[in-house]
């Protein structure tokens, strides 16, 4: 028998495996609501498909630079400029295959091979399962279920075994928590200090529905910063992200991009060239979601769901399910089997509490968030 390698066994992507069932079920004709990933329901707007119409009638589907086209680079560092006042030199950014490649890159550019990198628990599971198959030790900072890591607790973690790296998301995934200004200047601040390199994952900016979102990079140059076409810009299947580089980073993840991705594709990137365009159809989406907010705000609990964070942005609720089940993968099931309503066991966010969470995605319509919700109600109650 062929042998595989150790650090090929990663947990699965459990809001994956719900996907596939609840796609199973689609297919043999159930009315199945799909709350289980983060995927904007409404496909991605006109500009940008007919963008990508007219590139690929031109014959613009081959390679490019491995940090992406210069014209897409460029409103990139254009878009910190208009949304967060930030001078970003374009030489800065790095195009990528979706945000996945970018946290491949990022890890490999950073961390050696058992070095100790700190994550939230809850937190986005392919964080620990990508680092874990690299060979990183991970290190996860418990947030008592809101998934913003606090300083208190970043300095707790790192005097008893001094971190690498670290990284965050805010917005978070699962929670929809976002962390406040003081707060994330704070921690990037106690890294400088300590020698740990911070990777910031803002890939659901634009979608906060409580402040305006603060980027990393306004408090240091020497922040890493991760950010996707897929969820504001509704391009999930586009495979099209970027980073935000320090400067000295810049040369070695163009080299490691080079050999392990090339590029990314040249159609999608035309098209999300288009994408900064599109922001008066993006917003109407966006209204879309504060509305599913609302009324999953108001009337989970109402079904003892109790929610474990403020849903400040991205599209998620995390709730706390233990009134019905200490299982939440068995409750995942069940919920599919007998409401045909779909979402996420929180075991894929939380190792630890997650037996008693789910995560609830409203990247809906809102006619289908109403229709979850009485499923739900005529289920639990």
């Known amino acids: 028998m062929i042998c595989l390698s150790k650090r090929s066994d990663v947990?699965?992507?459990?809001?994956?495996?719900?996907?596939?069932?609840?796609?199973?079920?689609?297919?043999?004709?159930?009315?199945?609501?799909?709350?289980?990933?983060?995927?904007?329901?409404?496909?991605?707007?006109?500009?940008v498909r007919e963008a990508a119409k007219r590139a690929l009638k031109d014959g613009h589907i081959g390679y490019t630079d491995s940090l992406g086209l210069a014209r897409l680079r460029e409103k990139i560092a254009a878009y910190y400029d208009e949304y967060h006042h930030l001078s970003i030199s374009p030489e800065r950014v790095a195009?990528?295959?979706?945000?996945?490649?970018?946290?491949?890159?990022?890890?490999l550019t950073f961390f050696d091979v058992g070095e100790r990198v700190a994550i939230t628990r809850p937190g986005y599971p392919a964080y620990r399962h990508i680092m874990k198959a690299l060979g990183l030790q991970v290190v996860e900072i418990d947030?008592?279920?809101?998934?913003?890591?606090?300083?208190?607790?970043?300095?707790?973690?790192?005097?008893?075994?001094?971190?690498?790296?670290?990284?965050?998301?805010?917005?978070?995934?699962?929670?929809?928590?976002?962390?406040?200004?003081?707060?994330?200047?704070?921690?990037?601040?106690?890294?400088?200090?300590?020698?740990?390199?911070?990777?910031?994952?803002?890939i659901y900016h634009r979608l906060n529905f409580t402040g305006p979102d603060v980027t990393a990079l306004s408090f240091s140059d020497e922040v890493t910063v991760i950010n996707s076409f897929s969820k504001y810009y509704c391009m999930t299947g586009w495979r099209i992200g970027w980073m935000v580089l320090p400067e000295n980073a810049v040369r070695?993840?163009?080299?490691?991009?080079?050999?392990?991705?090339?590029?990314?594709?040249?159609?999608?990137?035309?098209?999300?060239i288009a994408a900064f365009d599109a922001t008066a159809d993006l917003e109407k989406i966006k209204d879309s979601y504060r509305i599913n907010r609302e009324h999953l705000k108001n009337g989970l609990p109402l079904l003892g769901l109790k929610l474990l964070a403020p849903m400040d942005g991205a599209f998620y609720a995390y709730c706390d399910v233990s009134?019905?089940?200490?299982?939440?993968?068995?409750?995942?099931?069940?919920?599919?089997?007998?409401?045909n309503v779909a979402a996420t066991p929180g075991v894929d966010f939380d190792t630890v509490e997650g037996k008693r969470t789910m995560r609830f995605s409203y990247a809906g319509s809102p006619a289908e968030i109403d229709e979850a919700l009485k499923r739900l109600k005529n289920w639990l109650l």
């Open 11 to 47: 947990d699965p992507f459990f809001a994956m495996d719900v996907l596939a069932a609840a796609n199973k079920k689609l297919k043999d004709g159930d009315p199945v609501i799909s709350m289980a990933i983060g995927q904007p329901a409404a496909s991605c707007p006109m500009i």
């Open 95 to 107: 195009v990528t295959t979706g945000s996945s490649a970018a946290f491949n890159l990022a890890f």
């Open 143 to 202: 947030t008592n279920g809101n998934g913003l890591i606090d300083v208190e607790k970043l300095e707790e973690v790192h005097a008893h075994t001094p971190l690498k790296g670290i990284l965050f998301a805010s917005p978070s995934n699962p929670t929809g928590a976002s962390m406040k200004p003081d707060d994330l200047k704070n921690i990037i601040q106690f890294c400088k200090t300590h020698n740990i390199t911070v990777i910031a994952d803002e």
């Open 252 to 272: 070695t993840v163009e080299r490691i991009s080079q050999n392990l991705y090339i590029s990314a594709p040249e159609l999608s990137q035309i098209a999300a």
């Open 323 to 339: 009134k019905y089940s200490n299982d939440s993968t068995e409750f995942a099931r069940k919920m599919l089997d007998e409401t």
